[in-house]
């Protein structure tokens, strides 16, 4: 993982941690990155993954990582996109993804 995606992952995970712990508000957090490249993306979402499995032990959690449907278009465009679908399953349970 390139150190961009490891300091990326590690500021999300501390944002997150740190609205999951607050007494009020409403808990949510959206997180919208710029374009990324496929494998950048996969590695974020395995970080992002297991960050969320540590969750779940915790409480019960509602997470959704998606790739926006333009910046899918234009992967596709530029590599398999069956290769595509099956590195996204892999890294780690992305909740949605249309296609």
């Given at each position: 993982m390139n150190l961009y995606v490891e300091s990326l992952a590690s500021y999300i995970k501390?944002?997150?941690d740190e609205k999951?712990?607050?007494?009020?508000?409403?808990?949510?957090?959206r997180f919208i990155i710029e374009s990324l490249d496929?494998?950048?993306?996969f590695d974020l979402f395995s970080q992002l993954e297991e960050h969320r499995l540590q969750?779940?032990?915790?409480?019960?959690?509602?997470?959704h990582f998606r790739v926006a449907t333009g910046l899918w278009?234009?992967?596709c465009i530029q590599f398999?996109?069956?290769q595509l679908i099956e590195k996204i399953s892999q890294s780690g349970g992305i909740d949605e993804m249309e296609i």
């Open positions: 501390q944002q997150w999951l712990t607050q007494n009020d508000g409403t808990r949510e957090a496929p494998q950048s993306v969750w779940i032990q915790q409480r019960t959690l509602e997470c278009s234009q992967w398999n996109q069956q």
